[in-house]
């Protein structure tokens, strides 16, 4: 019922920048937040940044300073701008929606929502 769409991705040099966007599609009535993760090769998912429906913004130390999320709560959408890009940030970035309410769920009074992942989009960073 909900999809989660990434785009934006692609191989970048070190010290390059890409923008990352997210649309969830679907009858929404509401996202709690919204956020990006990432998964390199042989290591686990971890949190990038979170962006709630206050705009309140959470990021990994990581990336603070060099990333910024922002969010079009009209559009359902999220993005991720990536500037001073490392090798280490290398890894498939994960769009996800943290307790999406439907339309058909609140019209019943069923607040309690679902989360749902993206399939990911893959950033190299590699001169």
């Known amino acids: 019922q909900v999809q989660l769409v990434e785009s934006g991705g692609g191989l970048v040099q070190p010290g390059g920048s890409l923008r990352l966007s997210c649309a969830a599609s679907?009858?929404?009535?509401?996202?709690?937040?919204m956020g990006w993760y990432r998964q390199a090769p042989g290591k686990q998912r971890e949190l990038v940044a979170t962006v709630d429906n206050g705009g309140g913004t959470n990021y990994a130390d990581s990336v603070k300073g060099r990333f910024t999320i922002s969010r079009d709560n009209a559009k359902n959408a999220v993005y991720l701008q990536t500037n001073s890009l490392k090798p280490g940030d290398t890894a498939v970035y994960y769009c996800?929606?943290?307790?999406?309410?439907?339309?058909?769920?609140?019209?019943?009074?069923?607040?309690?929502?679902?989360?749902?992942w993206g399939k990911g989009t893959l950033v190299t960073v590699s001169s």
């Open positions: 996800y929606a943290h307790r999406v309410i439907l339309r058909s769920d609140y019209d019943i009074g069923d607040f309690s929502g679902v989360d749902y």
């Open positions: 679907g009858s929404i009535f509401s996202i709690n937040a």
